[in-house]
């Protein structure tokens, strides 16, 4: 309503709806009252607009056939959506071989020439628009699907989409509540553009002759042209209508369009987990979390690309538990392959046991009874986790409400005593804020309120503090050591580590390299990777000293070398270190998967670590 073009089109329609509406009280005539003597006679005090050719009443005619005219419209449009948008969202968001149908009858329909059809329709249900307008809309559909689901693709890959699956949103709710608001824009614009499409359509059948036999806007059209000779004025009123029709709904469609695009301007395949071949699900005794042999590939130039191998570890209840590693080591991805969340990839072997039950041979309705409710999520960009269509605590407040099940009320009441909790100043005027309106440090702890809000006994905090200034990242950690749950850290940062985690497992190349307690990880390194992070942390920096860092990169899932991954990078490498895969073996209290680790004693990071404390700090300050 702020822009100026679209408020006059859209009252200009409306007074056009409600002058077809009320054409019996305001006509001056009925839609069929002669008047011979004024036959084809141009406007005259009697007759505003003018008279056809049986001295018929333009005017009148025009009020009267909105009423049909626009009813077809109104049937084909409800059908345009009832069936596109449908079609288009579950194509998008679920994919499979629900998109695969959906692809395929758009090609057919596209196929298939409308208007030949439609003059079927007519010739089948004479003088019928209301059939031809039902046929139409039916016809389109499969189009419009096409679109939606395009978008509709793009917004599933929104990390407030991942993050609210993992709260534990039902797939209905996610799709009411986050993906469709954001499908109003391209909706709007293909509804205004199929309703002009209509309306010419509706003019067209009447231009023919084979349209209803009652007044309707292409009647009048077919009337003025037959007429055109005699009387060229009768163009005009019909003419004008239909034009000014159709360019209003195109201004109406493209100011709701740009108004939804402010709303939501802030300052591939979906995982397979139940045909995982499973590993046997034996863990420690007692574990929350157990994790044997999981493998992730996702699709690469028509095959499957391992980018996590082997992977194996188990969560103690109320442990806290650090993954390092440098960018892509495959940390993210092994985390979110134990909630299923996986864009594009898949698990292809292994099992993920949580709470006894292998999640890998879960369903997507299992699946979503686990998240939320007894694994919660924190995400490494809070800002994007959040929907910025929807008030910061009216997200939380849904999360509360689907573990819950409590009321409206009840849950905004509690979903401001979690902002409470997680010491954000005001939670009652915080939760009425809109995510753009916050800092990244308000954002993450809206961000772990929400993991929180249902009871969950796990933690999963990718990269929680990236982007942080440290002060507030040090009360980051300290809410998250506060939670009293399990907590999986994943991090590239040794002081967020060391703040945080009793034991961590260092990754590399998709595999884990080194797994113990974070005092022997720091003090006695058993793999180089680890003795080369630590030598590159900032906090065991030697003033006078160049920071020393690891050479090379990590090379890509397809450049892995056979035996160690590390190997191009290792200054301890030798032949047998190429000649095949390295376990992962016990090496004094831990594990590691170095052939060689006896010689990291050659280089500085022992001397630097010597005069090192282990000591947990009260909040994030290094080792």
């Keep these: 309503m702020r822009r100026p073009l679209a408020r006059l089109a859209a009252g200009y329609l409306v007074v056009i709806a409600l002058a077809s509406l009320l054409a019996p009280v305001i006509a001056p005539y009925g839609p069929d009252d002669q008047d011979l003597t004024q036959a084809l006679s141009g406007p005259t005090p009697q007759h505003w607009l003018g008279t056809g050719v049986l001295g018929r009443d333009v005017l009148s005619r025009l009020l009267f056939g909105g009423r049909i005219t626009l009813v077809g419209v109104l049937v084909s449009s409800l059908l345009f959506l009832a069936v596109g948008v449908p079609m288009g969202v579950l194509a998008g968001y679920f994919g499979g071989w629900i998109e695969r149908v959906v692809l395929r009858l758009a090609d057919l329909v596209y196929a298939v020439p409308v208007i030949i059809v439609l003059l079927v329709v007519v010739a089948i249900f004479p003088g019928n628009e209301t059939a031809a307008m039902v046929a139409l809309g039916l016809l389109a559909a499969p189009g419009l699907a096409r679109i939606v689901r395009s978008v509709a693709r793009g917004v599933r890959e929104e990390l407030y989409i991942s993050a609210a699956k993992v709260s534990g949103l039902r797939a209905v709710t996610i799709l009411r509540r986050h993906v469709l608001p954001r499908l109003t824009g391209p909706i709007v614009v293909q509804l205004s553009l199929f309703g002009a499409g209509a309306v010419l359509l509706e003019t067209g059948l009447g231009f023919l002759g084979v349209g209803s036999a009652q007044a309707t806007w292409g009647g009048q059209v077919s009337e003025a042209s037959t007429n055109l000779g005699t009387q060229p004025w009768l163009l005009v009123p019909s003419g004008f209508l239909v034009i000014s029709f159709i360019l209003a709904l195109g201004l109406v469609g493209d100011g709701i369009r740009d108004a939804v695009a402010d709303r939501h301007h802030s300052g591939t395949h979906r995982p397979r987990t139940s045909t995982v071949p499973s590993s046997p699900a034996t863990g420690k005794a007692g574990a929350l979390l157990s994790v044997r042999g999981l493998t992730v590939a996702f699709p690469q130039y028509g095959t499957e690309n391992t980018v996590v191998s082997g992977v194996d570890f188990d969560l ?136 929180l809000a249902g009871d969950p006994v796990l933690i999963i905090a990718d990269e929680p503090t990236t982007a942080l200034d440290v002060t507030v990242q040090a009360e980051i950690l300290d809410l998250l050591r506060d939670v009293g749950t399990a907590v999986i850290l994943v991090t590239h940062d040794w002081g967020v580590l060391s703040d945080l985690c009793q034991r961590a497992l260092v990754m590399y190349a998709g595999e884990i390299v080194e797994e113990a307690t974070l005092t022997e990880l720091v003090r006695t390194p058993r793999h180089p990777y680890t003795a080369g992070l630590l030598m590159s942390s900032p906090f065991l920096a030697v003033p006078g000293k160049p920071l020393p860092a690891i050479e090379g990169v990590v090379p890509a899932p397809a450049d892995w070398p056979v035996g160690c991954r590390f190997q191009d990078r290792c200054r301890f490498a030798a032949v047998d270190c190429a000649t095949g895969p390295v376990p992962l073996r016990p090496a004094n209290g831990g594990l590691t998967r170095c052939l060689h680790h006896d010689r990291l004693r050659e280089l500085d990071v022992f001397a630097l670590n010597s005069g090192v404390s282990t000591t947990k700090p009260s909040s994030s300050r290094g080792l």
């Design 316 to 451: 103690m209840p109320a442990e806290v538990l650090g993954i390092v590693g440098e960018s892509g080591c495959g940390k993210s991805v092994t985390v979110q392959a134990v909630l299923g969340l996986l864009r594009g990839g898949r698990i292809t072997a292994g099992s993920v046991v949580f709470e006894g039950k292998d999640l890998t041979q879960a369903s997507r309705r299992e699946l979503a009874a686990v998240r939320g409710a007894r694994i919660g999520w924190v995400s490494p960009e809070p800002v994007a986790s959040l929907d910025p269509a929807f008030a910061v605590g009216a997200q939380v407040a849904e999360v509360v409400r689907t573990h819950r099940g409590c009321s409206r009320g009840a849950a905004r009441r509690r979903a401001v005593e979690l902002l409470e909790l997680v010491r954000l100043p005001d939670p009652a005027a915080v939760a009425r804020r809109y995510p753009h309106q916050l800092s990244g440090g308000m954002a993450q702890r809206v961000g772990i309120a929400a993991a």
